[in-house]
T-cell receptor
Framework: GDSVTQMEGPVTLSEEAFLTINCTYTATGYPSLFWYVQYPGEGLQLLLK?????DKGSNKGFEATYRKETTSFHLEKGSVQVSDSAVYFC????????????FGAGTRLFVKA | DAGVIQSPRHEVTEMGQEVTLRCKPISGHDYLFWYRQTMMRGLELLIYFNNNVPIDDSGMPEDRFSAKMPNASFSTLKIQPSEPRDSAVYFC?????????????FGNGTRLTVT
């Protein structure tokens, strides 16, 4: 079945450091790929998405490119801020499985001032 | 747009008691999902509805769990009887349609503690 694997956390960075959170997926067909972010005490919210190969999703300085050849969707940000501290979830939604969204385990990011 | 609204935000109950969690999805969204989040298992899909009809409840852990959606603007998740291992954060999410690029919109969750 479809699955998402993302790097384990926590990831601890200093402010203004470069961020990469790795995500790879397994799916049949052509899924859409998402990054969601969860701040403390809140639900998940969409950060960015990409719907086809080579698409780049971007929002709030975060970017991820849909790489079909490597089945990856790595999240990057050039300069993190303390306010980026949160849990980040990679997810896919495909044409199989009743259009369910499959989530990775989440990666916790701590950014120090 | 008020977003997905869940109540209560926190629930503390004793083992054996009945617990009811409530959700109001975003108006116009055809799909509603119930998730459970724990440190050990992460985010688990329990059940989802399409146009108020349950489509897949394979994630519901036991018969103690039940979910209903009597109309397009309201859903409940009930646990009866509750057990300490049910302690978790329960999220409701809604989605507009079946296109696979349509994202989920989550509520802020209900933190359930069963003592």
């Amino acid at each position: 079945g479809d699955s998402v694997t993302q790097m384990e956390g926590p990831v601890t960075l200093s402010e203004e450091a470069f961020l990469t959170i790795n995500c790879t997926y397994t799916a049949t067909g052509y899924p859409s790929l998402f990054w969601y972010v969860q701040y403390p005490g809140e639900g998940l919210q969409l950060l960015l998405k990409a719907t086809k190969a080579d698409d780049k999703g971007s929002n709030k300085g975060f970017e991820a490119t849909y790489r079909k050849e490597t089945t990856s969707f790595h999240l990057e940000k050039g300069s993190v801020q303390v306010s980026d501290s949160a849990v980040y979830f990679c997810a896919l939604s495909g044409n199989t499985g009743g259009f369910k969204t499959i989530f990775g385990a989440g990666t916790r990011l701590f950014v120090k001032a | 747009d008020a977003g997905v609204i869940q109540s209560p935000r926190h629930e503390v109950t004793e083992m054996g008691q009945e617990v009811t969690l409530r959700c109001k999805p975003i108006s116009g969204h055809d799909y509603l999902f119930w998730y459970r989040q724990t440190m050990m298992r992460g985010l688990e899909l329990l059940i989802y509805f399409n146009n108020n009809v349950p489509i897949d409840d394979s994630g519901m852990p036991e018969d103690r769990f039940s979910a209903k959606m009597p109309n397009a603007s309201f859903s409940t998740l009930k646990i009866q009887p509750s057990e300490p291992r049910d302690s978790a954060v329960y999220f409701c999410a809604s989605r507009m349609d079946t296109r696979n690029n349509s994202p989920l919109h989550f509520g802020n969750g209900t933190r359930l503690t069963v003592t």
